[in-house]
């Protein structure tokens, strides 16, 4: 109800929003350019032909105070990109401009580590969410936010969220209080979503304060760069190592960020396993599970020729279209597509195909 009284008070305050959202988007897009070199113009062409569905998308409950999510951030370089966190009204044109049909969405940031509050508060978001996802139909579809600090109850609730509130797919932002999820601690959740035929997304978040100390002195290499990267990545290996695959063969991983730059290393993976081990516990080799447990997607600024590398690693059937909205803006994430020399057939599987059969949308 809160929630309800404060969208309809943002969505008023909006106005003065709605006038500067081209210059918001336009500001997101010179600073792409800036930085990659790429040109901006969404691609006319392909527009209104095919489905393009994001599957790493954010929204965030509107509580009138800047977000904390993530203390590597500067919210003042985030202010232009904040305020459409909370409105749907001004996204639709923006995914109306990209041709995107479909986001996929997520809380941002959602890790609540006081376990004697983080059940009702998950659940309040899961409620809102689908709140939200029933306003506007066939536009939205979501990720469970699961309580992970209390493993049992975040089992619970995934399996709530996908039979009482249709969505068929977690999202989780990384560690909790320092544990990471190959903890046996953990193995309900794993547990479950095999059990209800769901993937879980690791989404990244700031590293645990005693996992800092490696940038110490370096707060350049600090949030989504480099140490969102480097402990998510790590995250998943030590998913794989644990022997997650082995006991949830059927669990699927999702990664953004193209993999998390492991699609770069499989060999090299496969390579050190052998020498850290004289007789391997693990059932496959690491670039196995990678190529069979987990989905990339293509979140994030990135370069084709990272397209081309995740592709060839994966395999084009592993890899989904995702914006990272409103971090990143959708037309540059078409633009990164469109710049990519690969077929429209492939094209179609990333846009669409590939979430809609893993995302079971
Ligand atoms: C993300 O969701 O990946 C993200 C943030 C904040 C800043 C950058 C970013 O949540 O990529
Ligand atoms: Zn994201």
Not at 268 to 287: H, I, N, P, V, W
């Amino acid at each position: 109800m809160e929630e309800r009284i404060g969208r309809r008070v943002f969505l008023r305050k909006a106005g003065v929003a709605a006038l500067t959202l081209s210059a918001i988007l336009h500001r997101t897009s010179e600073n792409n350019h800036a930085m990659n070199g790429s040109s901006t113009d969404a691609p006319r062409e392909s527009k209104g032909k095919t489905r393009r569905i994001a599957v790493e998308e954010h929204w965030m409950p509107q509580t009138g105070k800047p977000p904390e999510f993530t203390p590597s951030i500067n919210p003042a370089e985030m202010s232009h990109v904040l305020p459409l966190l909370g409105n749907f009204e001004l996204r639709l044109p923006v995914m109306e401009e990209s041709g995107i049909t479909i986001q996929v969405i997520a809380p941002v940031g959602i890790r609540v580590p006081d376990r004697s509050m983080a059940v009702a508060i998950i659940k309040r978001i899961n409620d809102t969410q689908a709140e939200i996802i029933g306003k506007y139909p066939g536009r939205f579809a979501g990720y469970a936010a699961l309580p992970t600090v209390d493993p049992k109850a975040a089992a619970d609730e995934l399996e709530r969220a996908v039979t009482q509130l249709g969505f068929k797919r977690t999202m989780v932002f990384g560690q909790v209080n320092g544990e990471y999820f190959d903890e046996q601690k953990f193995w309900p959740i794993w547990e479950r979503a095999e059990g209800l035929g769901v993937p879980i997304y690791l989404h990244p978040m700031d590293p645990p304060s005693w996992a800092t100390k490696m940038y110490e002195g370096h707060p350049e290499l600090l949030g989504p760069g480099w140490s969102w990267t480097v402990d998510t990545a790590n995250h998943a290996l030590r998913i794989i190592g644990a022997g997650v695959f082995d006991v949830f063969p059927k669990t699927t991983l999702i990664l953004g960020h193209m993999g998390e730059s492991l699609p770069y290393l499989l060999g090299r993976l496969d390579e050190g396993y052998r020498m850290a081990f004289k007789t391997r516990k693990l059932k496959k080799l690491f670039s196995e599970y990678v190529k069979e447990n987990i989905v990339i997607t293509t979140s994030g600024r990135y370069r084709p020729e990272t397209l081309i590398c995740a592709i060839s690693a994966m395999g084009i059937e592993r890899v989904l279209f995702a914006v990272d909205y409103p971090f990143v803006a959708p037309k540059d994430a078409v633009q990164q597509i469109e710049s990519t020399p690969i077929s429209d057939t492939d094209k179609e599987k990333i846009y669409h195909l590939n979430a809609e059969r893993r995302l079971k949308l």
